[in-house]
């Protein structure tokens, strides 16, 4: 995992598969058929946020 992230910053090149999210729709409150009372939840890969936290603590 080490070697990989470190090959990451190497090549200043994130993968593609980093980059997605999968979005899902969370309601608030009142009619669940009106859009606005949604807020949406980026469910992120697990290596992602690893990287982002490492990312976070060399910057």
């Known amino acids: 995992l ?4 470190n090959r990451i910053f190497e090549s200043h090149y994130i993968p593609d598969e980093l ?3 999968i979005v899902i729709p969370v309601h608030k409150s009142g ?3 009106n859009f ?3 807020r949406p939840i980026s469910v992120l ?3 992602s946020k690893v ?3 490492i ?5």
């Open 2 to 5: 080490a070697h990989i992230i």
């Open 19 to 21: 980059k997605f999210a």
């Open 31 to 33: 009619d669940s058929t």
């Open 36 to 38: 606005q009372n949604y």
């Open 45 to 47: 890969p697990v290596f």
């Open 51 to 53: 990287f982002e936290r």
């Open 55 to 59: 990312m976070h603590a060399r910057l």
